[in-house]
């Protein structure tokens, strides 16, 4: 199903000072690819026989970047994030970094070892202001006071597209920095430094950004891979279990479209996972991340110009019962809900064994997912479709599953059907609660 990509990320860049892209416009021919290009625009730019003058531009860019997994990123002696920045060419950069909050809170010492770093490293960047702590979470997505405060203080700081802005914190707050670097300047080199899970193994690998507008999630974004993500699974650590879970839904998710292998050592990991046990949870992490810049790398449309999105699989419903529970459920908790239920509806669409779906939910369930809630009942489910395909524009192409690890795209779902899906949902949860009920009914 995946077709290889040849017009963007499917190239290496070539490792320029200002490593992070490559570009070439296609006028000078150096291949046979380059030939092609020189001849058909020599055709589209000749006159039509209606008078008009069409001069047709084409232009190829191809983006590198290195997603590096380490432990105390900031802890003296620690190459990962240095030799990150030497990438960027002789230095010292001028930088600024943004830091989460919650981070802040779990580790009050997070700022001054950053600092540290950066006095440690002044060869390669020097910190044009103090480090701003901004508060994370969705809240820091609401408005654009964090976007305005970046490009303020990038301009303030005297920074330029050579520049680094270093932004550590979860998909939330990094979401918010990265739309400000993407438009300071028309865009100053952003390195990520995720510190949730959802960050490490989604959200911080991709190549978006973006804030809600007008009660529209992500509304106002960009397209704008980072120059780096340097994730340290030490801040893992610190993230409250009920985050640290939340986010291996994801993984399940990417697991199911395109990788029957790591589902099967997903559910191999089940009980570590439930347990967050560390080892477990940086084997996923770093399996999931691996798995997403693949994705993105080889399915053919990085920068989501079609209206297939396979990597919101389990999504439409999952930003509406987000959307429905004020933020109450976590994104990952969603998703989890959003994957046992589009699974159960591609069984009574005849698209998936009913095994395939029984250990897809038990696996949720073992890694701790409640697979109900009360916003499902309320859930409108055309509404919610019409407004996931609003966000990704043209026909509706919903990624489904026809067995574990082959994803399908449709372009039309019975709202009846998933109804009754989301009521198997609530009866499962009825004979796991009810011991009147039997086990029997829990099973599909
Ligand atoms: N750009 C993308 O491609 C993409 C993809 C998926 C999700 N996202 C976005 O990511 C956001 C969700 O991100 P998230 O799940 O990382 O949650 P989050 O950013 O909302 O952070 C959750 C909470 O954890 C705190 N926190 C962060 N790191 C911490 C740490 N190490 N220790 C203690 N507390 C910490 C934050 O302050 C916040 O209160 C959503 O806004 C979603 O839209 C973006
Ligand atoms: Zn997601």
């Known amino acids: ?26 006028a000078g021919p150096a291949d046979a690819s380059g030939r092609d290009a020189a001849r058909d625009m020599a055709r589209d730019n000749a006159r039509a026989t209606d008078g008009t003058v069409t001069l047709r531009q084409r232009i190829e860019v191809s983006f590198e970047f290195p997603v590096v997994f380490t432990r105390g990123v900031f802890r003296p002696g620690n190459p990962a994030l240095a030799r990150v920045l030497a990438e960027g060419g002789a230095g010292p950069h001028r930088t600024l970094a943004v830091i989460d909050q919650g981070l802040v809170r779990a580790r009050p010492s997070i700022v001054r070892d950053l600092e540290t770093f950066a006095e440690d490293n002044a060869d390669l960047l020097r910190l044009a202001e103090p480090p701003i702590v901004a508060g994370g979470g969705e809240r820091v997505k609401a408005d654009e006071a964090l976007v305005d405060l970046v490009l303020q203080s990038v301009l303030r700081g005297g920074l330029c597209r050579q520049s680094f802005i270093l ?18 300047h028309r865009g100053v ?17 991709g190549v978006k950004n973006g804030v809600n507008r007008f009660g529209r999630k992500n509304y106002e974004g960009t397209f704008a891979p980072p120059f780096a993500v340097v994730s340290d699974l030490d801040f893992l650590d610190l993230l409250p279990e009920r985050e640290r879970r939340a986010g291996l839904s994801e993984a399940v998710k990417v697991a199911l479209i395109r990788d029957a292998a790591f589902f099967a050592r997903l559910e191999e990991l089940r009980a570590p996972l439930a347990a967050l046990d560390p080892s477990a949870l940086e084997e996923s992490v770093i399996r999931c991340a691996d ?29 509406a019962l987000e959307e429905l529970t004020g933020g109450e459920l976590r994104h990952g908790e969603a998703v ?7 699974s159960l509806y591609c069984v009574l669409a005849g698209m998936l064994d009913a095994a395939s779906a029984e250990r897809i939910l038990t696996l949720l369930d073992g890694l701790g997912f409640a697979l109900w809630h009360p916003a499902l009942a309320t859930l409108d489910v055309e509404r919610s479709i019409e407004s996931f395909r609003e966000h990704l524009g043209g026909r509706l192409q919903l990624s489904l599953i026809t067995g574990i690890g082959r994803r399908v795209e449709v372009e039309r779902v019975d709202a009846g059907l998933m109804r009754r899906a989301a009521g198997m949902l609530a009866e499962r949860l009825r004979a796991a609660t009810d011991p009147a009920a039997g086990t029997t009914g829990a099973r599909l």
Not at 190 to 204: E, I, K, Y
Not at 336 to 342: E, K
């Open 1 to 26: 199903m995946d077709r290889t990509n040849d017009s963007m990320g499917g190239r290496t860049a070539a490792k320029a000072a200002g490593r992070g892209f490559s570009g070439s416009a296609a």
């Open 336 to 342: 989890a809900l959003g994957l046992a239920l589009d």
């Open 189 to 205: 080199r952003l390195v990520r430094l995720p510190s949730t899970v959802l960050g490490q193994n989604d959200a911080g690998v």
């Open 167 to 184: 932004a550590v914190g979860g998909g939330a707050l990094l979401d918010a920095v990265g739309l400000a670097a993407a438009l300071a």
């Open 291 to 319: 798995l997403h810049l693949t994705h993105i790398r080889t399915a053919g449309d990085p920068f989501e110009f079609g209206s297939a999105r396979p990597l919101d699989f389990g999504h439409w419903s999952a930003h």
